[in-house]
């Protein structure tokens, strides 16, 4: 299961944390992504870090504002999101790798999602 | 890379849906389908082209090839609407914009 926190209203210009808690598998086989969904519109990738956390990955659109962390020990992984914009509002869905080791790049097991609102 | 799918697709109770999501030589890449129910999460349907995760019905069925890949869902029911994205990974992960299938 997956669980994500931490979403809610802010301001232009303001940051939020993201948070995913993860249970049911074991957490530092598999990376870890974010993937976000405005309202009424499609999927949109975010950002991925592999299960060590050494590797990590963010789309052009949020690169140099959002960054991604995580926690083995406590099962745990991060969206940091500075510098947010009306256009940053969304659903966002932490998703874990379909297989463990490598990075895959496909998704199967999703959270439900925690929404962020961005604005005045 | 952009992938492109239909809008929307309808299908009659107990017919064949079929969703095509369009990439230039996408037959030479891994796809992957998602299912998305009103207000829901994502779920997995198809990866790697054809293969189903556990616990998805043997109805639903992916295809690639040229530039078309192709998900089939056969004996069409209520429950399987939804949307429907493909996704591929070139560079980063790349969703098309997602098919609504309406059962009639």
């Known amino acids: 299961e997956l669980m994500e926190s931490g979403g809610g209203l802010v301001h232009p210009g303001g940051s939020l944390r993201l948070s995913c808690t993860a249970s049911g598998f074991t957490f530092k086989n598999f990376a870890m992504n974010w993937v976000r969904q405005a309202p009424g519109k499609g999927l949109q990738w975010v950002s991925s870090i592999s299960g060590s956390g050494r590797r990590t990955f963010v789309a052009d659109s949020v690169q140099g504002r959002f960054t991604v962390s995580r926690d083995n020990s406590n099962n745990i992984f991060f969206l940091q999101m500075n510098s947010l914009t009306a256009e940053d509002t969304a659903f966002y869905y932490c998703a874990k790798d379909h297989e463990p080791g490598n990075m895959y790049w496909y998704f199967d097991l999703w959270g439900r999602g925690t929404l962020v609102s961005v604005s005045s | 890379y952009e992938l492109t799918q239909q809008v929307s697709v309808s299908v009659a109770l107990g017919q064949t849906a079929r969703i095509t999501c369009g990439g230039s030589?996408?037959?030479?890449?891994?796809v992957h389908w998602y299912q998305q129910k009103a207000g829901q999460a994502p779920v997995l349907v198809i990866f790697r082209d054809k293969n189903r995760p556990t616990g998805i019905p043997e109805r639903f069925s992916g295809s690639n090839s040229g530039n078309t890949a192709t998900l089939t869902i056969t004996r069409a029911q209520v429950g399987d609407e939804a949307d429907y994205y493909c996704?591929?990974?070139?560079?980063?992960?790349?969703f098309g914009g997602g098919t609504r299938l309406t059962v009639l």
């Open positions: 996704q591929l990974w070139e560079t980063n992960p790349v």
């Open positions: 030589n996408i037959g030479l890449k891994n």
